[in-house]
């Protein structure tokens, strides 16, 4: 008996240990077969542009795994590309709240913003004088933000990254 003992000790343990570092590392949503067919399913629709399929799909998957970063990521996308800004920026920040070094993840919020400061002051520029001291401030802001957003070599479509 003592003999046994010292083989399954070790065997034990290394069946243990196995068992932990196989289930550290996996996503929340990899135990239950329907959401990562669910998650595949939206990820697919999204890489076809089928948007709106995309959206209710990642959705869904967050209604089960609602600290899922990834579904929150493509989430910020969608809303950009269908100009719903401020359900983007929302996205993102959950996504960064849950991932604070997702670098895309802030680089696209900070593209929205880029988006929704340029709207503003393009709205302020049809109504208001030009010709004012603030009216040129606004003129040469919105110039300078939509240089930025041509810079060559610079991305400027969110969802690429």
Not at 8 to 27: F, G, R
Not at 72 to 93: C, M, P, S
Not at 94 to 111: H, I, S, T
Request: with cysteine.
């Amino acid at each position: 008996m003592d003999k046994m003992s010292k083989i399954l000790a070790p065997v034990a343990l290394s069946l243990m240990l196995m068992a932990c570092s196989s289930t550290a590392n996996k996503p929340e949503h990899s135990g239950n077969p329907q959401i990562m067919a669910l998650q595949s399913q939206a990820e697919a629709a999204y890489k076809m542009a089928k948007l709106d399929q995309a959206e209710s799909q990642y959705l869904q998957v967050l209604q089960s795994v609602p600290n899922y970063a990834p579904a929150w990521f493509r989430l910020g996308n969608i809303y950009t590309r269908t100009g719903r800004h401020d359900a983007a920026i929302a996205a993102y920040q959950r996504c960064v709240e849950l991932e604070p070094d997702n670098q895309k993840a802030w680089y696209n919020m900070g593209l929205v913003r880029i988006k929704q400061s340029t709207e503003i002051l393009e709205s302020i520029e049809r109504r208001g004088d030009k010709d004012s001291p603030v009216g040129r401030q606004i003129s040469a802001l919105l110039d300078a933000l939509n240089q930025l957003q041509r810079e060559p070599g610079a991305s400027t479509q969110v969802g690429m990254q």
